[in-house]
């Protein structure tokens, strides 16, 4: 099983990031797929995910509007794009996808927003 993200960088605040996580090893329709987010000293957050059937979306609040987690099940990758962001969106963003009692983790894309 592997997680792998991609996509990060640096980015002006207003600026726009498309994030993606790309599964191997089993079909994401089979996991709750979600991004997490570990700004510096501080824990990580969710910050959006996707139920098995996908029919249930969820985002933290301080991202709704700005983000959104779309799936694809062709190519089993899910992505964030995120949009209108702010210097307080600086973070490493993980990838995880959880199967039963079974979390399994990207390594992380830093992304900074900064002017």
């Known amino acids: 099983v592997q997680v792998v993200e991609s996509g990060g960088g640096l980015v002006q605040p207003g600026g726009s990031l498309r994030l993606s996580c790309a599964i191997s090893g089993f079909t994401l329709r089979t996991a709750v797929m979600s991004w997490y987010r570990q700004a510096p000293g501080k824990e990580r957050d969710l910050v ?6 996908g029919g249930i979306i969820d985002y933290a609040d301080s991202v709704k509007d700005r983000f959104t987690i779309s799936r694809d099940t062709v190519k089993n990758t899910v992505s964030l794009q995120m949009n ?15 199967r039963g009692t079974t979390n399994y983790w990207g390594q992380g894309t830093q992304v900074t927003v900064s002017s």
Do not use: H, Q, R
């Not at 959006?48 to 059937?53: E, N, P, T």
């Not at 209108?84 to 959880?98: F, G, I, Q």
């Open 48 to 53: 959006a995910s996707v139920s098995i059937g």
């Open 84 to 98: 209108s962001l702010k210097p307080e969106d600086t973070a490493v963003y993980y990838c995880s996808a959880k």
